[in-house]
């Protein structure tokens, strides 16, 4: 299983991820943007302007990939995301989902 960290401002992934979760609101509803778009929400309510949180994806060889978002400095969990990068799945799958 592949890892990559990277840190971001806390103010920074609240606003991305508050623009992604008015987007998957204007998706088709299927299982994956509803599980999707509740786990974004929960992390929203966990992540803290002022804080720096440190970004760990891990790649396990499937089709999906999970990102945990810890604070930094202190490693606490302040939430996680199961995603399926567009790259790692065919057109046809991508489409399903």
């Given at each position: 299983m592949e890892e990559e960290q990277n840190?971001?401002?806390g103010e920074r992934l609240l606003e991305i991820y508050a623009r992604r979760v008015?987007?998957?609101e204007e998706k088709m509803a299927?299982?994956?943007v509803a599980q999707l778009r509740l786990e974004i929400g929960e992390l929203l309510t966990h992540l803290?302007?002022?804080e720096a949180v440190r970004l760990v994806n891990l790649t396990p060889p499937v089709e999906h990939q999970f990102t945990l978002?810890?604070?930094h400095p202190g490693g606490a969990l302040r939430g996680c995301l199961k995603t399926v990068p567009q790259a790692r799945v065919g057109a046809?799958?991508?489409r399903e989902l």
């Open positions: 840190q971001v401002p008015a987007h998957l299927t299982e994956y803290n302007a002022s978002f810890l604070s046809e799958r991508w």
